[in-house]
């Protein structure tokens, strides 16, 4: 019998120093009910990782969608935001973008695979993000298209740096994307300025399936915050495991 109660989730967390950012961050891992190390679990990044606990409430959804038997067991480990840095270490041009990285490949992945029986390899392991959390898990595949081809893109921040370089890409044809936008995001407020989120959503989505990406592609009645991506989130959920499933 396994010390864990089969039908109660855990969660744990780790504090975690990047060498590469110089600095703590704080891990939350959410563990599926009845978790067997003997066996090899699905693994998904989460960028913003504490406010997808909290906002975004994956674990509940998770837990809700496996009692019902509507996905199979994974692990979903949050990686949280360092809130005063998080344009340079997300941005698409941010100064701290290849630190930020190479502590998720060099540091958080070795930390987390080593420590659970989850991910391992490319094709169980999976990269979620809302807006810049989004555009960050783009660029991390661009820059290592192996390590992360299946990605959850709620509302990404796709600015023209971002574009560019999908435009410069010759062959997405490893990536698999599951993008949503809101149709209410045409005036998004950002550091940079009132954002139209839908054309940008829209114009990368063009790009990636020009570059030959599989794209599932979803506009939906919704605002740039927590609780359309939140009411997403199931979709999102399913869909990562019939691609998965599907290779």
């Not at 891990?27 to 067997?36: E, M, R, S």
């Not at 496996?66 to 809130?83: R, S, T």
């Not at 661009?142 to 299946?150: I, K, N, Q, T, Y």
């Not at 989505?205 to 979803?218: D, I, K, P, S």
């Amino acid at each position: 019998m396994s010390h864990h109660d089969p039908t109660r989730r855990t969660i744990e967390t780790h504090t975690l120093y990047s060498a590469h950012l110089h600095e703590d961050r704080t891990l939350k891992v959410y563990l599926p009910p009845g978790y067997d190390p003997a066996n090899r679990y699905p693994l998904l990044y989460c960028h913003d990782g504490l406010e997808f606990f909290t906002h975004g409430r994956i674990a509940t959804i998770a837990n809700r969608m496996l009692e019902a038997g509507e996905i199979q067991p994974l692990v979903i480990v949050g990686i949280a935001v360092n809130k005063a840095r998080r344009n340079d270490d997300y941005g698409p041009d941010g100064a701290r973008r290849e630190a930020y990285t190479r502590f998720v490949l060099e540091e958080c992945m070795p930390f987390i695979e080593d420590r659970y029986a989850a991910g391992g390899r490319p094709a169980m392991r999976f990269m979620a993000g809302v807006s810049l959390g989004a555009a960050i898990s783009l660029s991390i595949h661009l820059d290592h298209p192996v390590e992360f081809r299946r990605l959850l893109l709620f509302s990404g921040a796709f600015y023209r740096p971002l574009l560019e370089r999908v435009e410069a890409a010759e062959d997405l044809s490893g990536l698999e994307a599951f993008m949503v936008v809101g149709t209410e995001e045409t005036a998004v407020e950002t550091n940079a300025g009132a954002r139209d989120f839908l054309a940008l959503n829209r114009e990368m989505r063009t790009r990636l399936e020009r570059a030959g990406a599989n794209v599932t592609y979803q506009e939906d009645e919704g605002r740039h915050i927590w609780g359309f991506w939140q009411r997403k989130m199931p979709e999102a959920l399913a869909w990562l495991q019939a691609a998965r499933m599907g290779g």
